[in-house]
């Protein structure tokens, strides 16, 4: 009874269009008033604001700003002019190099949408301009940026990592091959895609047209027929200092010279330097948009991680998860069957819910089912925000639609249906690094 009303209460409020993070504390706040015996309200308030005085939870805010200083500061431009001299002269290039710098950029930001508000503004008007279509130039930036959750830094992997007390640095290390799976295998399609778009259109998308938006003084136009070596080392020297950001970030987490979330500090101080004192772009204005853009991000998210924990904390009271790991592994205890079953669900639980939220809700629940089966924790967290990542282009809550959607111009329905292939590639990718371990825990374990 209890595990109905909780839940059935939670989506009856999200149908109504109550806000998520509402949502979930008014039906935690019904069921725990009135459907079990012995959870005081001030015991859940206590838990919403003791959730958030979290060390590791810090990182959040950290990483957003420092993602949001090193876009402002010039990162972004650089890294795109890199991209551009490495894959811009092949068929579909500017799909290609969106993609690439939507993988160097999430290396920075990890963040899917402000991956895609960074990179979105340049590329999508530039394909646009050449004749790619403006529904796939939104849906390939959209599709591109959910990678900035997998590739390191990943707010979804601190989330996880606190909520399932499972190690950040694993999980970090665990969603590189993921992340660069993915980024290839949707450059992959954006070469047929846009071959076919040639093919019908008469030769008006070909290699020698394929250039990056003129109308930016960071994007230079590609005409060459092969790689130009010259080129890309005069972009890698120019791009160097956004380069060089996940391997200050990354490397002094595994050379234990700082935790993740003081390495999110680091970035920020970094992407400062960059910005005022090497590139010049980041000025005082800039500076105070950034943190007025995080204050207003974070008060948008850390108020639903409290609320979420506390729903959360009434599941673990009533023994809801163990009931539902009980409903699963009757059906099957194979490890197999199980992790397609638990797919399914964060498929669809990705369409209609926020990532932070059902990150937080979710993890409880199905942590301990996939554990008793035989899944690694840390392999586990990545199946978990990939699955839920290719929510981030799935309506009707899909994050990364909005964002592209309102960037391009463009209505949610032509980008969704432009997605598609790149949906089906994505869910590829996530079976494949399901069902071999490998993909996941080699660089762990290699860490380790």
Wanted: hydrophobic share 60%; net charge neutral.
């Amino acid at each position: 009874m209890t595990t109905l009303v909780l839940f059935a209460s939670l989506f009856v409020f999200i149908a109504l269009s109550v806000p998520i993070g509402i949502a979930i504390g008014l039906s935690t706040l019904i069921t725990a008033m009135f459907f079990t015996d012995g959870i005081p309200v001030m015991t859940l308030t206590q838990k919403v604001f003791t959730s958030l005085d979290s060390f590791p939870i810090m990182a959040i805010p950290f990483f957003m700003m420092a993602g949001i200083l090193m876009g402002k500061g010039g990162v972004s431009k650089r890294l795109l002019d890199f991209a551009g001299s490495l894959v811009g002269f092949i068929m579909g290039g500017l799909a290609m190099v969106t993609v690439l710098t939507c993988m160097f950029f999430a290396a920075i930001s990890g963040s899917g949408p402000a991956t895609v508000a960074a990179i979105g503004s340049f590329m999508i008007p530039a394909m646009d301009k050449e004749k790619y279509g403006r529904g796939f130039a939104a849906a390939i930036t959209a599709s591109a940026g959910a990678i900035g959750v997998i590739i390191p830094p990943s707010i979804p992997f601190v989330l996880y990592g606190v909520v399932g007390s499972v190690s950040i640095g694993s999980l970090f290390l665990a969603g590189i091959l993921p992340g660069i799976m993915i980024g290839v295998s949707l450059m992959i399609v954006s070469y047929f895609i846009i071959k076919r778009k040639a093919q019908k259109a008469a030769s008006t998308v070909s290699k020698e047209s394929i250039a990056l938006n003129e109308t930016s003084a960071a994007i230079e136009q590609i005409k060459a027929k092969r790689i130009d070596f010259k080129h890309v080392l005069k972009t890698f020297y120019e791009a160097k200092w956004a380069l060089l950001t996940p391997v200050i970030i990354l490397g002094g987490i595994y050379g234990s010279i700082f935790t993740p979330t003081e390495s999110a500090a680091v970035a920020i101080i970094y992407g400062l330097i960059v910005g005022m004192f090497i590139h010049k772009e980041l000025s005082w204005r800039d500076i105070y948009d950034s943190a007025l853009e995080t204050i207003q991000v974070v008060g948008a998210t850390l108020y639903m991680i409290g609320l979420s924990i506390a729903f959360a904390y009434v599941l673990n009271i009533e023994q809801i998860p163990q009931q539902i790991a009980d409903f699963i592994l009757g059906f099957s205890t194979n490890v197999y069957i199980v992790l397609f079953l638990i797919i399914l669900f964060l498929l669809v639980v990705g369409a209609f819910l926020d990532t932070i939220a059902a990150l937080v809700i979710l993890t409880p629940i199905l942590l301990p089912i996939v554990t008793q089966v035989g899944v690694d924790p840390v392999h586990f967290g990545v199946i978990l925000v990939t699955a839920l990542a290719i929510g981030f282009i799935t309506p009707p809550v899909g994050v990364n639609l909005f964002v592209a959607s309102a960037i391009g111009n463009i209505s949610i329905e032509r980008i969704a249906a432009a997605a598609i292939p790149l949906f089906v590639v994505m869910l590829f990718i996530l079976f494949l690094i399901s069902y071999i371990p490998f993909f996941s825990t080699f660089l762990p374990s290699l860490a380790s």
